[in-house]
């Protein structure tokens, strides 16, 4: 079983930075993509950034604004997010897809519990 604990959320203005952190504990073999998504109120969640296998991949709405990182040593990921809008106003997801035991077991997905960013004057 995996853990996913989130913070760094909050109240900031238009133009304003957050860095959002996302502790991972348990039994991970190896990590197969990890994220973050975000859900605004009455929308559906939707994908900010993710990196798999080497890639990474950012929501057009965001691109040049946040950056996904992930710190090994800490068991930790990352989602700066700089140039904040109104409209980045949501609960903020990470999400790992891990394997647990070894190369053959399967594909295992966990989320964060969620953690509000408002961004408003």
């Known amino acids: 079983q995996v853990q996913l604990v989130e913070s760094g959320g909050g109240l900031v203005q238009p133009g304003g930075s957050l860095r959002l952190s996302c502790a991972a504990s348990g039994s991970i073999f190896s990590i197969y993509a990890m994220g973050w998504y975000r859900q605004a109120p009455g929308k559906q969640r939707e994908l900010v950034a993710i990196t798999s296998l080497g890639s990474t991949n950012y929501a057009d709405s965001v691109k040049g604004r946040f950056t996904i990182s992930r710190d090994n040593a800490k068991n930790t990921m990352y989602l700066q997010m700089n140039s904040l809008k109104p409209e980045d106003t949501a609960v903020y997801y990470c999400?790992?897809?891990?394997?647990?035991?070894?190369?053959?077991?399967?594909?295992?997905?966990?989320w964060g519990q969620g953690t509000q960013v408002t961004v408003s004057s």
């Open positions: 999400h790992l897809r891990i394997r647990d035991r070894g190369f053959s077991s399967p594909l295992l997905d966990y």
